[in-house]
Each structure stands twice: as structure tokens, then as C-alpha cells.
């Protein structure tokens, strides 16, 4: 079965520090990966989106994300974070095909100040 | 910007009372879909549509239907309405294309007492 996993729930960082949020999919072939992040009471807004080629894709608000197909992996990066990015982030995946997209259950995060 | 429109963004209902969650998207996207998230929790898609005249259920079990009588439009009917129907109910569309991300509206948050 198809399936995105974000191991993390809860993320706290400092204002200013770097952050990883973390994401593994399982399917029966690589399918397009997105980040979407989510503030509190609010839609989801696309960061980014890999389909193929280059393994380092760039998104905005200064976030990028690396796909690892050996680890089955689309980690989330900042090299600084603000507070004003204190959301939740959800990581999806999908085939392309008709069907909707399946979502991670997300983590949450929170900056220190 | 996406124009993905959701209304009531907030709905407090009695138990029992047929409700109807309005979507509508101006960008032409041929593929829509409702997703149900509980606070704190992933995203399951609930109902999708290829275009017109055409409706298919998610992942997630739901009492709730749709139609898709017209291309921007996509409302959700709850006939009768009970507390375990309460949940943020989010509308997103998307091109008919391999790996189109999804834009997403502001969602519709139910309460049903």
C-alpha cells in the first residue's frame, strides 16, 4: 500500500537555526513528491514539488528539499528559520494519475525564540 | 495566488440538518477533490472528480456525496448531519496532468452539536 510517513510530530527550533523535517514514502515506483505547509486555521500552500531530474529542488519562502530514492526519501530544509514559519508541514506524494495525492501526518513546527 | 473559494469557512449545525460545503475553483482544473482533516491529523481524501458528471470516493469512508454538474464547482452534501461528521473539510483542485501539484482552499471547519 501506498504510504508517506513524517516520523517527527513535534519540532521545536530556534529563531535562526537550520531545520530538517523529514519525510519516506513507500510506493511501487517513485512517484512526485510535494511539500505543503499550512498555518494555523488555513489551506495547504504548495514549498515545492520533484517529478525527476535534479535530486535538489528549490521551493519558497527559502525552503528546499533533497530526494534520496535509496532511502526512499524527500527531507524538508531552511538554513534559517523565522517565526514566522511555524506551521505544519505535510509532505505528499502522488502518481499522476487521477487520484488525489497521500499525505503524511504532518509535523508541527514551532520556533523558539 | 490560487483561486480555490470555500464557503462557510466556519459552520456550527444542529444534529440532523443537511448541509452543503460550497468549493469553487476559477482556474479551469479539471480534477477536484475533498479532503477531512481532524485537528492535529493527516489528510484523507474523502471524494474526488475526474470533470463533469464524474465522482468517485477516496481513501476515507464518508457519508457525504458530491456532484460535479458544472467544472468550477464541486459541493459537498452532508444529508444529515451528526457530531462524528464534526472536522476541517478542505477543497483543492488540480490540472489533468502527470504530477500537477494541488492548490488547496481555506477549508470549511464543521461542527455538528
Known amino acids: 500500500a501506498q504510504s508517506v510517513t513524517q516520523p517527527d510530530i513535534h519540532i521545536t527550533v530556534s529563531e535562526g537555526a537550520s531545520l530538517e523535517l523529514r519525510c519516506n514514502y513507500s510506493y511501487g515506483a517513485t512517484p512526485y513528491l510535494f511539500w505543503y505547509v499550512q498555518s494555523p486555521g488555513q489551506g495547504l500552500q504548495l514549498l515545492l514539488k520533484y517529478f525527476s531530474g535534479d535530486t535538489l529542488v528549490q521551493g519558497i519562502k527559502g525552503f528546499e528539499a533533497e530526494f534520496k530514492r535509496s532511502q526512499s526519501s524527500f527531507n524538508l530544509r531552511k538554513p534559517s528559520v523565522h517565526w514566522s514559519d511555524a506551521a505544519e508541514y505535510f509532505c505528499a506524494a502522488g502518481r499522476g494519475g487521477a487520484d488525489g495525492l497521500t499525505f503524511g501526518k504532518g509535523t508541527h513546527l514551532i520556533i523558539q525564540p | 495566488e490560487a483561486d480555490i473559494y470555500q464557503t462557510p469557512r466556519y459552520l456550527v449545525i444542529g444534529t440532523g440538518k443537511k448541509i452543503t460545503l460550497e468549493c469553487s475553483q476559477t482556474?479551469?482544473?479539471?480534477?477536484m477533490y475533498w479532503y477531512q482533516q481532524d485537528p492535529g491529523m493527516e489528510l484523507h481524501l474523502i471524494h474526488y472528480s475526474y470533470g463533469v458528471n464524474s465522482t468517485e470516493k477516496g481513501d476515507l469512508s464518508s457519508e457525504s456525496t458530491v456532484s460535479r454538474i458544472r467544472t468550477e464547482h464541486f459541493p459537498l452534501t452532508l444529508e444529515s448531519a451528526r457530531p462524528s461528521h464534526t472536522s476541517q473539510y478542505l477543497c483543492a483542485s488540480s490540472e489533468y496532468r502527470r504530477g500537477s501539484e494541488a492548490f488547496f482552499g481555506q477549508g470549511t471547519r464543521l461542527t455538528v452539536v
Open positions: 482556474m479551469g482544473h479539471d480534477k
